[in-house]
């Protein structure tokens, strides 16, 4: 049998979800509260299968793989496995422009 992934959220991927869930906690914090278990409930769920999710379409067509997603609509969880660790890189909205924050994240990173 396999052994379970460690699910490791980035400071980049916990500070997104605070800021989504203050946003929303704003109008209707029961719903926040809701959100965020929903998020953390799916991410949580990548120890035993990680590789469910689809790859990011955004940074395959750039030539940089190796980097998966999962929906929790309208949120993506950007994720990447790395030995038995799923570390969760960021939670964005899909409704902006996602090539253009990975891209500018990734460029960070790399500098």
């Avoid at 396999?2 to 946003?23: C, F, H, M, Q, R």
């Avoid at 030539?63 to 969880?77: A, F, K």
């Amino acid at each position: 049998m396999k052994k379970p992934y460690s699910v490791l959220w980035t400071d980049v991927a916990e500070n997104d979800l605070i800021g989504i869930i203050d946003y929303i906690a704003e109008e209707d914090p029961g719903a926040a509260l809701k959100i965020m278990d929903k998020i953390r409930r799916r991410t949580n769920s990548l120890f035993n299968l990680p590789e469910r999710g689809r790859i990011v379409r955004e940074l395959s067509e750039q030539g940089i793989s190796g980097y998966h997603e999962l929906i929790v609509s309208p949120w993506r969880i950007i994720y990447k496995i790395e030995d038995n660790k799923v570390l969760v890189l960021s939670v964005l909205d899909s409704r902006r422009n996602v090539e253009d924050i990975l891209l500018r994240r990734l460029i960070q990173i790399r500098c």
